[in-house]
């Protein structure tokens, strides 16, 4: 049983394999938040304290017990107006204007099964081994319930979280602020690991003392955004990759978020997530209801190596879905850096024959192919073929493309319109653009207000025509502005604030209706690259982009970062040409091959403009993948160095569920003359087991791999890349 109720303490227990998550209802009905961490049993209530704390008021049934304050409780879902002054889960203003909301127990249910969320990404979880527990709290004074759904997903020391509010008072009211997970701390000393970035550095790792004031991260861009993650580790202040607790929490959700920390003035921490509450509101009238999207939570006491690691086993299995969850996906060419707009259908076909030669499987025609989209000022919006342009049918090009025995995908940007487009033209309001002001334009286009049901309509059966006529078994789906002039011409006054909401389950709705029509389409994400990279995305889509900067070395530092969560398999990365569009710097082909395997791997560089020893180490590698795929898809991942020290080598390893198999890769990011030797050390190995490395006769244990480490090569240019396997000597 992973949730037990000891229903005459009023105490609720959950627990994974390792963890324990307590709460408990407090002497006047509030819900209470004890206790999150390592396994463990009992009745965690004696942790609480009471004492008499000037300016921290007591609720009034308290009567004159001065020693019972909800601003210095533990809260499992703190609410504004209850007496506590701490940032709030939960924001309610009543039908009379005011901001309150009294949470009080009322009741609980345990239901076999993950719960999932209505128009929402959810954690899944087939194996039924999960449970749930719903705790309903009340609000006398407006009616209205708040419950909290905890799913239990015992293997993978996971716990989702995840509110309904649902109004059953008499009065409308508006949810002004709506976290989806609260955590109190009442001791403990934390620092906060988030992941900032920008477009093409995406998910920098940075680790700050958790201080006496808030600290927030977010993003109010209408898109989890390149600036920062929907993903926060809270860690103790001696957690390192091997060592220490930590906590993870990453948001299934793709829109506006918040996460929040804060040490209060009785050194107790506060830790939040969800939906962000600013340029938001959402009024409920009296029967509906109102779904937060969805936190998952994780602990380990093993440092963030064993923390990623149950994300990647959660976000592979338990929210990627489809066909493609599991197999290998096609190793593609893709036509952005290849040719960007200057393209025909002979141009394509082209690129693709040469492609198809050393064992490429997949052609991707991005940005160009529709409407009048010769650059970036026109046509978004327009998803019809550019037949003039290509020079036939685009299903004679997709045609002609199977032929040399690859698959057709294709790029598209639903989201966006550009005003030189027939679409524009037509519904000039379908564009977000406030009456009476001029938009903010970004790359020259307009965002589609997508929180109105026949946008999305127009738009997915345009696409929905192209797809199937063309044959198109692969979707890049782009977004390539973040959202100002939020007006939507569909909505009511007091409804504007819902819309930037309405939005993105217009975009999960979109991408839901893909799905079904076409089950086997495998959807890559992309937003400019990385602007959209979290687990919300990965619902629909199982890869995602990773960044715009596809230079191997920027690479070996965004692709670190973005591992804190993220498996490899999630992560779009391609070998690209040199000297390298973004940064200019030339790296080795193999280097560049190296670290876009640690990916769902692809080209993206004109393959007839290659030499022929150039073409036969592509041939080789594209042989190496295949190999490796599984491996790489499906093992362990473990980070061995940081790019971001100085060190000069950043190295990772993969390794399979049983300890047989690693694959080792490095790169040096610098080069000297006469330099050190570095050493790495391997994890997750079997102490006395032998493994050979391939290739050679030489033999090493695992333990000597893991304790003593091994000698990299030295390696004489810049920028070079180590890459080996090793297997078990039977
Ligand atoms: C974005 C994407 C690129 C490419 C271009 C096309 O920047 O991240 O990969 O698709 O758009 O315009």
Partial sequence: MAIIIDKENQIFSLHTTHTTYQMAVGKYGQLLHLYYGNRCEGDFRYLLTYYDRGFSGNPYDAGEDRTYSMDALPQEYPSCGNGDYRSPAFVLQNADGTFSADLRYESNQVVKGKYAIPGLPAVYEEEEEAETLILTLADAGSGVRVKLYYGVLPKLDVITRAVRVCNEGAAAVSVQKAA????????????????????????????????????????????????????????????????????????????????????????????????????????LEPGQEFWTPEAAMSFSDNGFSKLSANFHELIRRHVCRGKWRDIRRPILINSWETAYFDFNGEKIVDIAREAA??????????????????????????????????????????????????????????????????????????????????????????????????????????????????????IKMDMNRHLTDVYSAGAAEQNQGAIIHKYVLGIYDFLERLLTRFPDLLIEGCAGGGGRFDAGMLYYT????????????????????????????????????????????????????????????????????????????????????????????????????????????????????????????????????????????????????LYRMEGTDQQYTGGALMHAGIPVPQMKNEYMAWSVHLKEVR
């Fill in 180 to 283: 989806s997970m609260a955590l109190d701390f009442m001791n403990g000393t934390y620092d906060i690991l988030h992941f900032h970035g920008r477009h093409g550095m995406e998910r920098n790792v940075e680790r700050n003392t958790v201080f006496h004031g808030e600290q927030v991260f977010g993003s109010r861009r209408g898109a989890s955004s390149h600036q920062q993650n929907p993903f926060l580790i809270l860690a103790d202040r001696s957690a390192t990759e091997e060592f220490g607790s930590c906590y993870g929490a990453a948001l299934l959700y793709s829109g506006n978020f918040k996460g929040e920390t804060a040490c209060d003035q009785y050194e107790q921490v506060r830790f939040l997530l969800g939906m962000s509450d600013e340029l938001f509101s959402w009024k």
């Fill in 357 to 474: 030669k050393l064992g490429v499987e997949m052609l991707v025609l991005d940005d160009g192919w529709f409407g009048k989209r010769d650059n970036d000022f026109s046509g978004l919006g327009d998803w019809f073929v550019n037949e003039e342009k290509l020079g036939g049918k685009l299903s004679q090009t997709a045609e002609e493309i199977r032929a040399l025995g690859m698959e057709f995908g294709l790029w598209i940007e639903p989201e966006m319109v550009s005003e030189d487009s027939r679409l524009y033209q037509e519904h000039p309001d379908w564009a977000f653009v406030i009456p009476g002001r001029e938009p903010v334009r970004g790359r020259y286009q307009l965002v589609l207000d997508f929180s109105r049901k026949e946008v999305v309509d127009y738009i997915f059966t345009q696409i929905a025509e192209v797809i199937e006529e063309a044959g198109v078994t692969y």
């Fill in 542 to 689: 199982p890869q995602i982009w990773c960044s715009d900067n596809s230079d191997a070395i920027a690479r070996l530092k965004i692709q670190y970062g973005t591992s804190f969560c993220y498996p490899i398999s999630t992560v779009g990365s391609h070998v690209s040409a040199v000297p390298n569009h973004q940064t200019g710097r030339t790296t080795p082909l193999e280097t560049r091959a190296v670290v876009a395997m640690a990916g769902s791997f692809g080209y993206e560089l004109d393959l007839n403009l290659i030499t022929e020893e150039e073409k036969q180490q592509v041939r080789l590698q594209i042989e190496d993948y295949k190999k490796y795929w599984k491996l790489i898809q499906d093992g362990r991942y473990f980070r061995l160095t940081s790019p971001w020290q100085q060190n000069a080598l950043t190295a990772w390893e993969f390794v399979n569920e049983d300890g047989t198999e690693a694959l080792l890769q490095a790169v040096t990011t610098d080069t000297m003359f006469n330099p050190p030797v570095h050493y790495v050390f391997l994890k997750g190995l079997k102490e006395q087991a």
